[in-house]
Structure formats: structure tokens, C-alpha cells
């Protein structure tokens, strides 16, 4: 049971932090409204529903950012290996090449598929 | 720090099937980058059948030539075994079934990123558009499959079990018509499924806090030290529970069912009724079984609970729904209770055996029959695609009675009608459980039936007994594809409804070395 | 005695005794399949099958009486079924054969009745395609020689039925009883479908043979197939408690009623009883709870007989008490079985007599069927009044009458084997007096109040001969069979016989006191309904006869206990679920109409409540676990 002290104590952090934060921010915030910033999210984006008709709503920054999160997760791969990669030897390189190779191909396809260009 | 890492060693042969699919994805998704638009599809379906089959030709090699491994494969983090073997030859046959019906182009919008009803959208009809990125979706998606059934530690199983569940997100966000339905379908599938993600993932961590480890026979050699129930250990047993049980669409995590076979494309409801749910049985029974096969007096009781809710709640709710595919997935619902009953039947060796046979073959039978019926929705339609409401199909007997007949058969299996492969489905586990200690919930599964049979028999009356809507729905031509699947399911459904001997055999077979730890 | 022996049998008429199955079922097909081309001649060809059937039957009774006593069992294999599971075969035995006389017998003068009644349908060959489908079903569950071929004729039945009882789609209370039928019989078949599963698990066949020799073995679960066969039994054969379809079952035409509803179907379950008697007789709890099912139905039937204004309702309330004798009978073992199946011989004659005679006089009245409206028909319609009055007469047990010599059987066996039983089967007999008489005299006598455009005559040859035939059986049937110990005698190969058979006792105790209560309850029937005026329309009348006018509130208790709960759990779901039609055509309204904030509104709230109702089943799950866990 003691094992779990650390883990209760941190959620009862985790929850207090958020709640704490939550509800205080409407007190202690300066409130300067302004047109961008009633917009959902304040991305200065308009939110849906598009014109009348339809039409398509950009995606860039969403695209953007996985992109960045692939990129994100091949990092935190890469660095255990770099810690380990005498040890791992010839297995390892191999692996590693496998798997960057993988992530290529996604980042092929969103070059190809013209997810970099920004219009 | 003495760190002396052991370079890992990976058995490639045994994970070819795996790697096979996943290869075959990832070239995929390099057609998609690299061939022009007109040739995609004619390198994309060739590809996929090829990947399919071809990992089920070596699955048959490992069967019959090189032998069933023994010990788990990858450093412990994959089991390929009897079952595995098993499970994957069926996910990969209904797969490739369902591949046939999604080559129809006429199931998927051209553009899923055009506002439904916008001017972009009519363009890319008009431009004859298609998404082949299905293909390799698809490959993805069925790889995970294969992966979450015959994963031997959490972790991977969480891997497998989002490697296969992303895809089929965004797969359930392309039907053709009805757009908005489809996306919201999308939506809520990915909200809820994430949900139970995190249940997985939660559960997870609280058993990785009680056994220092997330192999599952790590766990299960864990359970053995301990006396006295740790009531985080229970608790994470309930929540990976969670995130398991949302997968197979037990009560009361089966909300989502319904919506997202109703709003999918077909093709793609028939492979999530088919496939996620086989792979989604062999991870709880590995799991449940494996893992946590030494806490069963805890969670059989709960389990209980949950197999009458999912079979009583399945089958009445059934009753009311007015939309073909609606029914379907609560039928679903009502099928996954009838195979949790499979899930408790444990026992000694031999027991459990005879359970897991049960489970193996219902699993097939129910696959196909599955895959067979959703293709038969598939043709009926009318002005806005196919016609779902149970009111259109008011005398199809007499419009096209071959084509009502076979769906009518495919609800006598779905039934467990004798003289259907459903009917030996349903005894195989519910034989097990009855031996197996459990007679009175195959008593609530046999009364379910019964009320299932009753809706079941309630659309073969409306479809030969009724007189047909002036304005009904026309018949569509079934393309090969859709034709070939409807006859081979209703073929391997008469066939092991009749002579179901020799793959209720290699179920047995399959079962015998039960899995691996 | 125990049962005898059964041999293997090839040649001869036995050999072909398929055939009585196939030639029903062949005409069936061609009626069904013919289509209009069979319009003018379908009839006939179902007669002339049902008929084929009976003389085939008749060959093969003859050809069995010519065997030994002890070699009166015959199988005659067929073809492989299931392989490994099931040989198909059948089996001719001194129990099938008294069906398969009755089956084709009745049958064959309820299909040549309905020649008649049904002349002005325009759906007259369909009705035969089904007539004969059920007599080919029908003498199937009576002569496979297995369970699983039993069953086969048992959902066929049930399908006929199901079919017949909907056979005028169009009335909507028709197509609802029809489903009433099907669900209520569904429970019941589980019963019966988890029986066989203990069966095949237990024995490893399904054969009569291997599994009823081995019944009495000591580690067979004899109590639980038992029940679950008489699970069985109470469904298709209307006793309590799945006894509510029965009445419903009247909305089909007066010939399936008779048939079907009165003569054979329903005694399908008597036949089971009997013919697993081996289990029953392991099982002495099965065989208390048979008896006590009897004997409950037998009177709930008789009561709710006692109120019905509907001559068909009242008759089939008269159905499941009679039915409810033969169960009882059944309940006891050896010493029942013989008058048991020979009051279902009598019980298929008088009573298919008097629903015909039934359907002869709504045939007169334009269908009419409310005995207030009847009165006085005695002197209008003569044979049909005769026929009607004698086939009355046996059911009350009138001395000499068939009824008599049966009933009092089984009264006498119930009162050897308990006195309760056997006082309340008395009380039934003076019910019945009453309740039979009050039909006769209301229908037959007293003032005529006819309808206005009423014109009543009677009903031409082809309906009247049937009736006449049938009411022999129904005088003289039931003397011919017990007096002497004659059945008795004959069924004893196939069922075993008690070791000092009962003799027939006319002036004992319960014997004087059934006759007494019976003179008493039609004496008072006859003042009440035969001398007295009649009102048109049924007085409130006391709680008791509310009770029995609503059937005993069955429906009521099925309703608060299985529709309800259904409907409430139905209605949690929608909760969660209200996303049929309505929902997605406001979420496509909304959306196309631009209103984005409900759009949003409904589909986050639709998902939020999903992830509500999962967290809530989560905490569940894992409140179960730690509750289990730290038990």
C-alpha cells in the first residue's frame, strides 16, 4: 500500500492544481476583451460553420503540428538508443534505420501529398 | 551504472504474417505518395490481397510445416501460438472478405476533407476522386488486429490496440452518402474510444505498480505471491477490463456500437463487426486468461454481470431498432455476450481448452455470417444510397427472393438455428459453460437467443410476408466483389452449419496448447 | 412392465411408412410452389393427400396389430442426419400409431370440411398448402425416432400454426395473436432445445432407444431434463403458465382451430410427457410438478371457460382444461399414460366435433361469435345442434359417452395417487358441466337474439358429414377404448403398463360425486341460460367472474412481469440512444440549417452521455471487483 502514497499524493496535487488554477483565474486575470479574443480558441482563425455553401477551412497548423509530433516521437526513440547504441551494436543500427525509415515514408506522403506547402 | 544491454533478439519468421501486412501498408501509403492518381488503385488492391494472403499462406506454413512455436516470440512481447495462429487466419479471411467489398468504389467519398454538401464536393464527384488511402488503411488497421490478438505484454497491446483503432476512425468518417452521419459516427468512435484508451492505459499503470512489470506472465507469476486482494491491483483489473470490454461492445461500454456501424461505410461496419472483434477477444482472453487467469474468482462474478447485461441488453434492444444496420450491431452487442459466457466458462486445463474451442470456432462462424449479411446491405438501396429503414425492405422476398433468402439465412445463423454454422457456434461455448459451471448463464444465453431469434425472424416475416413499398428500394447490381463475398459467406455458413467437423477440429487443435505464456 | 423392446424394421408397409409424412408434405409443396395454377383443384389434391396419409397409416396400424405383442416397436432407418449425431428414423410403435390414426383421421374430415367453410376465401389453396403442412409436421413429431427429429416437427407445427393463426393477415388482431403464438411457444422451445443439449451431453444421442433406456441410470439429471421438457410441454400444449396464447389462437379459421388448437398440436406436449415418461418416472419432483401444472391448468381453463361470451374463447378455454386432465394423467406415470392419450383420442374427436359445429354456426351467422347474440339455433340447424349436443354430452361425461369412460380414468388415477389431486380433477368434471352446458344452451336454446340480417341455416353436406362422422367417434370412441382395459393393453409395448392395471369402478365415491356436480352445474346452467332471458350485453358481474372474463389476468402478469421491465429497460436505453430515425433527421436538419450551436449541442451531448454512462459502468465494474475481491 505504501507504494502507492507517492501516486495518491500526486493525484491529489494534479487534481488540487487544477481546480486551484481554474477557479482562480477569473479573479486574478485582467478581463480586455476584444473581437479575436471571443473567438473560439483566439487562434484568429473563424471557427466552422464556413459561408453559406460550404467550402474548405485550413488545416495548417493542425498539420503542422503532427508533423511535429512524429518528429517528436522519433526523438524520444532515438535517445534511449543513443544512450545504448554500443551496446545494441549492429542489431540496433539496423532497428533504428528501419524504424527512421518508416517515419520517411509518412513525411514522404505529407511532402507529396503538398502538406508543407503553406498555400 | 552497469548497464549491459542485451541486444534484443526477434524471431522474423514466426512474425512474418505481422510484418508482411505492415510492409505491405507502408508501401501502400508510398503508392499514395509516389504513383499517379490513376494507377493508385490498380497497384493498391493487388497489393493488398497479395499481403493478406500471402500472410495467410504463412500462417498455414507455420501451421503445417514449421510447427507451432512454444515459446513467445520478440523477447516475450508477442505469443504466437495455437490460438494466435488461429485467430490470425480468421482475421486475415475476413479481411480479405471485407477487402472484396470495400474495392466497390461506391462506398467512400471522394474527398472526406470537402464540407459534406459543398461545391468541392460535387467536383471531386465529378472528377471521378477516390481515397486509396483506404488500402493502406485498411492494412494498418487489420495489422493491429493481428498484433492486439497475440500480444504477450500490456504495452504492446496498448500499441496494437491504437495501431488498429486510429485507422478505423478515420476509415468510419468515408461513407459515400449520408456525410454527416459518417463524420459524426467518426467522431464519437475516436471521443470514445480514446476514452477507453485511457482506461486501458490507467488500468495498466496500476498493474504495472502491483507486479513491477507488464508481461502478462510476469503479472500472472506476480498474482501468485500475493495473499489478500490489493485493492489497486483490483482496480486496475477493472480498468484495463474497461478499456477491453469497450473493444468488443459489452454493456455497458456499448454505446457506441450502434452509431458508428450505423454512420460507417459497410464495407468498413463489416470489417469492425468482424475483425476488431475477434482480435478484441483474443486480448481479453489473453488477458483474462494469461495474465489474471490466478484472480478469476474475482473478476469471474463481475464478468458474469456484465455477459447477462450484454446479452439481455443486445437482445432487447434489437427489438426496436428500425435500421437495418442498426439491428446489426445490437445483434453484435447480443453476440459478444453470448462469447463473454465462452470467457468464464474457465476451468482446469481441459475446461479451458473446450472454452477457448468454443470461442475460436464461434468467432469464425459469426465473423462470416457477419461479413456475408452486411454485404447483402450493401445492395439494397434506393435514391439515397442504401436503404437502411427496416420499412423499405417490407417484402424483398418477392422483389428478389434469392438475395432475401440468403439474408433470411444469414439470420437463421445468427439465430443458432440448426442446420446453420451458428447453431454449432452457439453450443461449442455454451456446451463449454455448461460443463463449465455456468448453467445459468446459458440459461440467460439461451433465453437472449430466443428474444434475438424473435427480431431475427421478424425481418425474414416483413421481408416474405409483407407487401412491398410502391416506391421500395431497387436491387443493386452486386459488382463481383460484393456478389463473390455474399456467396462464399453463405457457402462457408451452410457448409459448417452442416459439416462443421474438420474446423471445429482445428479449433480444437488450435485450443489444445491453450496460449503460451 | 417396462416398455418392450424396439427392433430394426425394413419391408413391408411399415418399411414405406415415410410416405404418410412425404405425400402431406409433397402436396404442401405444390400448393405452395403451383402457385394460382392450383387454384381450381388445390383443395382436392390436400384432401386427397391428408387422405393418402390416413390410409397409409391405417395399412401400417393393420400390418403392426399382425406383429406380436412384445415386436410392436419398430424403427425404420432412414438416412444419416448429422453425421456422428443424428441417424434419422422413425417409429412405429403402438404410442405413434394412436397419433397417427387421430392425425390423419381428424385431420382428414377437418380438411374435407373445410371445403366447405373456406369455399368463398380467395385464399383457399393457401390454406390447404398450410393444412397439409402441418399434418406432415405433425406426424413427423410423432413419429421421428429421435429428439432431434421430434423437434424438427415441433417448429414446423409451430410454423403452421403461426401461419394459420395469421392466415387472415389483414385483421390486425390476427397477425398479433399470431405473434403472441410464436413468442410464447419460443419460450417454451428453449426449454425444450436446453433439454435435448442435457440430452446429447448426457447420453451422447438423441435417439429414444439408448436415451430413454438409460433415464433411470443414477447419474443422469432426470429432475432437470424433466422440467425443461415440461417447459416445453406448457408451451405448446397452453399450460399454465404459458398458457396466455392459446385463447388468442381462436382469431385463426374455426377448421385450424379444431385441428390444430383442439385435436393435435396442442397435445404435442402430452405426446412429449409420455413419451419421455422414462424421465418423469426417474424423477419424482418432474413428476409432482407435471401433476400440480395439470390440475392448476385444468382448472384456471375450466374458469376462464365459465366467462367468455366468444363460443371459440369458450371452447378453448375448455381445450386447456381438458389438456390439463391429459397432463395430469401424464404426471403419474404408467397408470395415466393409457387414459391420458385415451382422453386425448376421445378429447380430438368430441371436441374437434364441437368446434366444427362452432364454425358450422358462424358459418350461419356471418361469423358471428358472441353467444349472446345466438339462442334458439336448435331448431334451425339439426345436425349441427345433434352433432354439437353429443360431442357436449361426452365432454361433460355424460354416462356411456366417451368423456365418460376417459375423464373418470383419469380422475380414479389421480385419486390412487393423491386425493387432492384427484378431488380437484372432480371439482374440474362439475366446472366443466357447467361451463359446457352454459355454451350449449346459450348457443342452442332459450330465445333467438339474432342479428338483424341474420338468416341462419345449415351448413351444406360437405361440412355436415365430417361432423357426423366425428361425433361417432365421440359416442362410442371412449367405450371402445377403456372397457376391458382394451388400450391400455395395446399401448402397453410402448409406454409399460402399472403392475395391477386400475379396474372401473362406476359407483365409487369420486365416480357418484363427478356425475352429481356435473348434473348440478348443468342444472344450473340450464336455468340460468336455457329457461332465463339472456342479456345482449355480459353484466359487470362479480370480481370472480371479471377474474376468469380477463383471463385469470394472465396477459395482465405477463405484461407487469415480462413487457414492462422490457419496456423500461428499453426506454433506459433510449436515453442513451435517442438516435433512431428522429435523432438523425434533426442532427441532418440541424446541420444543413446552419445552426451550429445545436448541432454541437446534440452531438457533444450525445457522446458525452455515452462517456457518461461508460465511466458510470466503469465504476461499477470496478466497485463489483473490490466488493468480490474483498469478500
Not at chain 3, 543 to 558: Q, V
Amino acid at each position: 500500500m505504501e507504494l502507492y502514497v507517492p501516486i495518491l499524493v500526486l493525484a491529489v496535487l494534479a487534481a488540487g492544481f487544477a481546480v486551484f488554477s481554474v477557479t482562480i483565474a477569473p479573479f486574478t486575470g485582467p478581463k480586455r476583451w476584444n473581437r479575436a479574443k471571443l473567438d473560439a480558441y483566439e487562434c484568429g482563425i473563424d471557427p466552422t460553420p464556413q459561408p453559406v455553401g460550404g467550402g474548405r477551412f485550413p488545416l495548417k497548423y493542425m498539420i503542422t503540428a503532427m508533423l511535429f509530433i512524429v518528429f517528436d516521437i522519433e526523438i524520444i526513440f532515438l535517445y534511449p538508443w543513443a544512450v545504448a547504441f554500443d551496446q545494441l551494436g549492429v542489431f540496433g543500427l539496423v532497428e533504428m534505420v528501419l524504424f527512421i525509415v518508416t517515419v520517411l515514408v509518412a513525411y514522404a506522403y505529407v511532402w507529396r501529398r503538398k502538406g508543407l506547402d503553406w498555400d | 551504472m552497469n548497464n549491459t544491454f542485451q541486444a534484443p533478439t526477434i524471431e522474423y519468421g514466426q512474425l512474418a504474417p505481422l510484418l508482411l501486412v505492415f510492409g505491405a501498408a507502408v508501401v501502400g501509403v508510398l503508392i499514395e505518395a509516389f504513383a499517379p492518381r490513376y494507377l493508385r488503385k490498380s497497384f493498391q488492391v493487388p497489393l493488398t490481397f497479395v499481403s493478406l494472403l500471402g500472410a495467410f499462406a504463412l500462417i498455414l506454413v507455420q501451421v503445417f510445416v514449421s510447427g507451432v512455436p512454444t515459446a513467445p516470440a520478440a523477447m516475450g512481447a508477442v505469443a504466437v501460438d495455437g490460438p494466435s495462429l488461429f485467430i490470425w487466419g480468421v482475421i486475415l479471411i475476413l479481411a480479405a472478405v471485407s477487402v472484396l467489398l470495400i474495392t466497390d468504389d461506391d462506398h467512400f467519398v471522394p474527398q472526406a476533407a470537402a464540407v459534406p454538401g459543398s461545391a468541392e464536393e460535387d467536383d471531386a464527384l465529378a472528377e471521378g476522386a477516390a481515397h486509396t488511402e483506404v488500402y493502406p488503411l485498411v492494412l494498418f488497421a487489420v495489422g493491429g488486429m493481428l498484433l492486439f490478438a497475440a500480444s504477450n505484454d500490456l504495452l504492446m497491446m496498448f500499441v496494437a490496440l491504437e495501431v488498429m483503432s486510429l485507422p478505423l476512425y478515420l476509415l468510419c468518417g468515408l461513407a459515400r452518402r449520408r456525410r454527416l452521419l459518417s463524420q459524426e459516427a467518426s467522431v464519437k468512435y475516436f471521443l470514445l474510444g480514446a476514452f477507453s484508451s485511457g482506461f486501458f492505459l490507467y488500468g495498466m499503470a496500476l498493474i504495472y505498480g502491483f507486479a513491477g512489470t507488464v508481461d502478462l506472465a510476469g503479472i500472472s507469476r506476480a498474482l501468485g505471491t500475493v495473499s489478500g486482494q490489493d485493492p489497486l491491483l483490483l482496480i486496475g483489473t477493472a480498468l484495463l477490463g474497461v478499456g477491453l470490454l469497450f473493444k468488443i461492445g459489452a454493456a455497458p461500454f456499448q454505446a457506441w456500437k450502434p452509431d458508428v456501424y450505423q454512420g460507417a461505410p459497410t464495407p468498413i461496419t463489416a470489417l469492425m463487426a468482424s475483425g476488431t472483434l475477434v482480435a478484441a477477444f483474443g486480448a481479453l482472453l489473453r488477458v483474462f486468461w494469461v495474465a489474471l487467469g490466478n484472480l478469476d474468482w474475482d473478476w469471474r462474478p463481475v464478468m458474469w454481470g456484465v455477459a447477462i447485461l450484454t446479452m439481455v441488453l443486445g437482445a432487447i434492444l434489437a427489438i426496436t431498432q428500425t435500421d437495418i444496420k442498426r439491428m446489426l450491431a445490437y445483434s453484435s452487442i447480443a453476440h459478444a455476450g453470448f462469447l463473454l459466457v465462452g470467457v468464464i466458462a474457465t476451468g482446469d486445463a481441459r475446461q479451458n481448452a473446450d472454452a477457448l474451442s468454443g470461442i475460436l470456432f464461434y468467432l469464425l462462424v459469426y465473423g462470416i455470417t457477419t461479413v456475408g449479411a452486411f454485404a447483402v446491405v450493401t445492395v439494397v438501396r434506393d435514391a439515397g444510397g442504401e436503404a437502411g429503414h427496416l420499412s423499405r425492405w417490407a417484402g424483398l422476398g418477392k422483389r428478389a427472393p434469392a438475395l432475401a433468402g440468403v439474408f433470411a439465412f444469414f439470420l437463421l445463423a445468427f439465430a443458432g438455428i440448426p442446420l446453420t454454422s451458428g447453431f454449432f457456434g452457439k453450443y461449442a461455448v455454451f456446451a463449454a459453460a455448461a460443463t463449465g459451471g455456468a448453467l445459468p448463464l446459458v440459461i440467460v444465453g439461451v433465453v437472449s437467443s430466443a428474444v434475438a431469434a424473435f427480431f431475427y425472424v421478424r425481418v425474414i416475416v416483413l421481408m416474405f410476408f409483407s407487401e412491398p413499398a410502391a416506391d421500395g428500394p431497387t436491387i443493386a447490381v452486386p459488382s463481383m466483389g460484393t456478389a463473390a463475398v455474399v456467396t462464399v459467406a453463405a457457402a462457408a455458413t451452410v457448409v459448417l452449419g452442416v459439416f462443421p467437423e474438420p474446423v471445429l477440429r482445428l479449433a480444437d487443435q488450435a485450443a489444445s496448447t491453450l496460449f503460451i505464456r | 412392465m417396462e416398455p418392450a423392446e424396439i427392433f430394426p424394421h425394413s419391408g413391408g408397409v411399415i418399411g414405406v411408412s415415410w410416405l404418410m409424412i412425404a405425400l402431406p408434405l409433397l402436396g404442401a409443396a405444390i400448393l405452395l410452389l403451383g402457385g394460382r395454377r392450383t387454384d381450381r383443384w388445390g383443395h382436392f389434391l390436400g384432401v386427397a393427400m391428408s387422405l393418402a396419409s390416413f390410409v397409409v397409416g391405417v395399412l401400417t396400424f393393420v400390418e403392426l396389430l399382425g406383429l406380436g405383442e412384445e415386436q410392436r416397436r419398430r424403427v425404420v432407418e432412414l438416412f444419416e442426419f448429422i453425421p456422428g449425431m443424428v441417424n434419422m428414423g422413425l417409429l412405429v410403435d403402438p404410442l405413434s400409431i394412436s397419433f397417427v390414426l387421430l392425425i390423419t383421421g381428424v385431420g382428414s374430415l377437418i380438411h374435407i370440411y373445410s371445403i366447405g367453410y373456406m369455399s368463398h376465401d380467395p385464399g383457399r389453396r393457401r390454406f390447404f398448402a398450410y393444412l397439409n403442412l402441418f399434418v406432415a409436421a405433425m406426424l413427423l413429431l410423432v413419429l421421428a425416432d429421435n429428439y432431434v427429429g421430434m423437434f424438427i416437427g415441433w417448429e414446423g407445427v409451430g410454423l403452421a400454426s403461426y401461419l394459420l393463426i395469421g392466415f387472415w393477415q389483414h385483421k390486425p388482431s390476427a397477425a398479433t395473436a399470431a405473434q403472441k403464438a410464436f413468442i410464447v411457444n419460443r419460450v417454451g422451445d428453449f426449454g425444450l432445445l436446453v433439454a435435448m443439449f442435457l440430452i446429447w451431453t448426457t447420453f451422447g444421442s438423441f435417439a429414444y432407444g439408448p436415451v430413454l433406456g438409460a433415464a433411470g441410470d443414477a447419474n443422469v439429471p432426470a429432475t432437470a431434463i424433466g422440467l425443461l421438457l415440461l417447459l416445453g410441454a406448457c408451451g405448446k400444449s397452453a399450460q399454465l403458465p404459458l398458457q396466455s396464447w392459446l385463447l388468442d389462437a381462436m382469431e385463426g379459421p374455426t377448421p385450424v382451430s379444431a385441428l390444430i388448437h383442439a385435436a393435435t398440436m396442442v397435445t404435442a406436449g402430452v405426446y412429449l410427457i409420455v413419451r419421455s415418461g422414462a424421465f418423469f418416472q426417474a424423477a419424482p419432483t418432474a413428476q409432482l410438478v407435471v401433476t400440480i401444472v395439470g390440475v392448476a391448468t385444468l382448472l384456471a381453463g375450466a374458469i376462464i371457460g365459465t366467462a367468455k361470451d366468444d363460443i371459440k374463447k369458450a371452447l378453448a378455454g375448455s381445450t386447456m382444461s381438458q389438456i390439463g386432465y391429459m397432463v395430469l394423467a401424464a404426471g403419474l406415470g404408467p397408470i395415466g399414460y393409457a387414459f391420458a392419450i385415451a382422453h386425448l383420442i376421445t378429447h380430438g374427436f368430441f371436441k374437434a366435433s364441437m368446434f366444427l359445429g362452432a364454425g358450422s354456426v358462424m358459418h350461419a351467422m356471418n361469423d358471428e361469435v358472441d353467444m349472446r347474440k345466438y339462442g334458439g339455433l336448435a331448431s334451425v340447424m339439426k345436425v349441427t345442434w345433434a352433432t354439437f349436443g353429443l360431442g357436449y354430452l361426452a365432454i361433460i361425461g355424460f354416462p356411456l359417452l366417451s368423456g365418460y369412460w376417459t375423464k373418470d380414468g383419469i380422475i380414479e388415477a389421480a385419486m390412487e395417487h393423491s386425493p387432492i389431486l384427484g378431488w380437484l380433477a372432480v371439482i374440474g368434471a362439475g366446472l366443466t358441466g357447467f361451463y359446457m352446458s352454459r355454451v350449449f344452451f346459450m348457443t342452442f336454446h332459450g330465445k333467438r337474439r339474432w342479428a338483424e340480417d341474420a338468416h341462419p341455416h345449415e351448413s351444406p353436406a360437405v361440412m355436415t358429414w365430417p361432423l357426423i362422422l366425428l361425433s361417432i367417434g365421440s359416442v362410442f370412441g371412449g367405450a371402445f377404448l377403456i372397457v376391458g382395459n382394451r388400450f391400455m393393453t395395446f399401448l402397453s409395448p410402448a409406454v409399460g403398463a402399472p403392475e395391477e392395471p386400475l379396474g372401473f369402478h362406476p359407483f365409487s365415491v369420486p365416480g357418484i360425486t363427478t356425475l352429481v356436480l356435473v348434473a348440478i352445474g348443468a342444472g344450473y346452467a340450464w336455468t340460468k341460460y336455457g329457461r332465463s332471458e339472456v342479456p345482449a350485453v355480459a353484466p359487470r358481474g362479480s370480481f370472480l367472474t371479471t377474474f376468469a372474463r380477463r383471463d385469470l389476468y394472465g396477459d395482465a402478469l405477463n405484461e407487469s412481469l415480462f413487457m414492462r421491465p422490457g419496456q423500461w429497460l428499453t426506454r433506459l436505453a433510449v436515453f442513451f440512444d435517442n438516435r433512431g430515425v428522429d435523432g438523425l433527421v434533426n442532427g441532418l436538419a440541424a446541420g444543413i440549417g446552419g445552426s451550429s450551436g445545436r448541432l454541437r449541442r446534440i452531438q457533444t451531448g450525445f457522446a458525452r452521455s455515452y462517456a457518461l454512462s461508460m465511466l458510470f459502468g466503469a465504476a461499477v465494474v470496478a466497485g463489483a471487483l473490490l466488493l468480490v475481491g474483498n469478500l
